[in-house]
């Protein structure tokens, strides 16, 4: 299996310093949306998460609704999945399935450009996105972005674990070599994914999603910048299980069993994570 980093999805928010913790205040940052593209033997391309789409940038107001004014997407046609996969040579068609880690508004805005693909996530999170049960809930998630009907196969998040933390270990017409790991805090049904390298060592790749926000936060002293503290707070459903998510993070990356760890919106770890691919 090959990966490929990819950012689906540049936002510009206001104040960099409380978002990057350098810079300044007046300076724009940036946060991106750190996808990842699978080439596979035998199942075609995965994609996990989707970032924006095409149709988002189509209609921008309707489909990501007041949100967009604190994310300042940048709106480049050519920063969407389906354009980044066609720059790699590939045929979007290709794409027979994409993971979700979970169904937040710049994960799930690429999910229409990819119309006949299986979707994999967490029961839970199918469920508070499709019958959220919350003013919270009802606020976050923005149905147009799977208005066409996707082929949706939904897990419960019992199963045997992996590195300490519970796992999906076999998701439908998917390779064993991709696991979906329940990290909730964030969203009712939020997870990671898990991909095995291809060469037979231990070695694995965790697409951690929105479960923390700043590369600072798996650091022996965890920091994070204020403006993202503050979002990761207002953002998340549950605080406390979001915070011992982090943690067992923190201590997996301590533990340094191999794992490459990285969440969805920092430019740092996207940077990482791209060159020694
Ligand atoms: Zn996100």
Known sequence: MRLHHLDCGTMCPFARRLIQGDGHLFETGTLVCHCLLIET?????????????TADLADPARRLGPARH???WNQDPLGTAVARIRALGHRPEDVRHVVLTHLDLDHAGGLADFPKAKVHLLAAEHDAALRPQTAAERRRYRSAQWAHGPDWA??????EAWKGFPAVRQLDGLPPELLLVPLTGHTRGHAGVAVAAADGTDAWTLHAGDAYFFHGRLAREPWAPAGIAAFERLAALDRGAMEANRERLRELRARDEGVHIFCAHDPVELAAAAARA
Request: aromatic share 10%; no cysteine.
């Open 41 to 53: 033997d035998a199942h075609g391309l995965v994609l996990i998460d989707t970032g924006f789409g």
């Open 70 to 72: 604190l994310l300042r």
């Open 154 to 159: 939904t897990y419960e998040p019992a199963g």
